[in-house]
């Protein structure tokens, strides 16, 4: 069974920027799709937000809002997914949660946290 555990989340002012983690476990890393998506408290209907996705031979799709400022690149070698965060705005606040989707099996982590104030 795949493990997902996210780090790297944090208070940061606006302008900053993070580096988020996904170290994953069991199953074969190299072959799923990752992606991280994010939760704000105020999003309608609690819903989750796509922020980006790798593919497993390395193609990468971003959201609008994060296109530019937002990087998702993937370390097979560590089963770890990173998501670089710069110019982060109070509208990046939001839990951020690793997902990995293989054949028909999806996994998600628990998500970490991402403040960002004004």
């Known amino acids: 069974q795949v493990q997902l555990v996210e780090s790297g989340g944090g208070l940061v002012q606006a302008g900053g920027s993070l580096r988020l983690s996904c170290a994953a476990s069991?199953?074969?890393?190299?072959?799923?799709?990752m992606a991280w998506y994010r939760q704000a408290r105020q999003a309608p209907g609690n819903q989750r937000e796509f922020?980006?996705?790798?593919?497993?031979?390395?193609?990468?799709n971003y959201s609008d809002s994060v296109k530019g400022r937002f990087t998702i690149d993937r370390n097979n070698a560590k089963n770890t997914v990173y998501l670089q965060m710069y110019s982060l705005k109070p509208e990046d606040t939001a839990v951020y949660y690793c997902?990995?989707?293989?054949?028909?099996?999806?996994?998600w982590g628990r998500g970490t946290q991402v403040t960002v104030s004004s």
């Open positions: 997902k990995r989707t293989t054949g028909g099996s999806i996994s």
């Open positions: 069991g199953g074969i890393f190299s072959s799923g799709v």
């Open positions: 922020v980006a996705l790798i593919t497993s031979s390395g193609i990468t």
